[in-house]
């Protein structure tokens, strides 16, 4: 199966802002074709899809983070990323990727998931 890495976390102060990086580890898989989902998850909280982007560029938030992330992905780089900005204390969090289908439950994530990358928003 398809790992997917992801890179940028980091420690930011509220207000700041972080871009994270997806891409496919060890393996020659194009990303280009799929739909590629950001989940997060706080300390004791369930893992939640917050962004998604299609092959197409169509993309969806959740409306927590509406207005303040962005995804976006570069086919050339076989990259997706997150550019996320007046991040807030909340918003601290391990974040994932994968490579998500459509089922009759709505999305779901296709693959393995990878270690992700920790956010943390504090002053």
């Known amino acids: 199966q398809v790992q997917l890495v992801e890179s940028g976390g980091g420690l930011v102060q509220p207000g700041g802002s972080l871009r994270l990086s997806c891409a496919a580890s060890?393996?020659?898989?194009?990303?280009?074709?799929?739909?590629i989902g950001w989940y997060r998850q706080a300390p004791g909280k369930e893992r939640e899809l917050v962004a998604r982007?299609?092959?197409?560029?169509?993309?969806m938030y959740v409306d927590s983070v509406k207005g303040r992330f962005t995804i976006s992905r570069d086919n050339a780089k076989n990259t997706v990323y997150l550019q996320m900005n007046s991040l807030k204390p909340e918003d601290t969090a391990v974040y994932y990727c994968?490579?998500?289908?459509?089922?009759?439950?709505?999305?779901?994530?296709?693959?393995?998931w990878g270690k992700g990358t920790l956010v943390t928003v504090s002053s």
């Open positions: 060890g393996t020659t898989l194009s990303l280009n074709f799929n739909t």
């Open positions: 982007i299609t092959s197409g560029g169509s993309t």
């Open positions: 994968n490579r998500l289908m459509i089922t009759t439950k709505g999305y779901v994530a296709m693959d393995n």
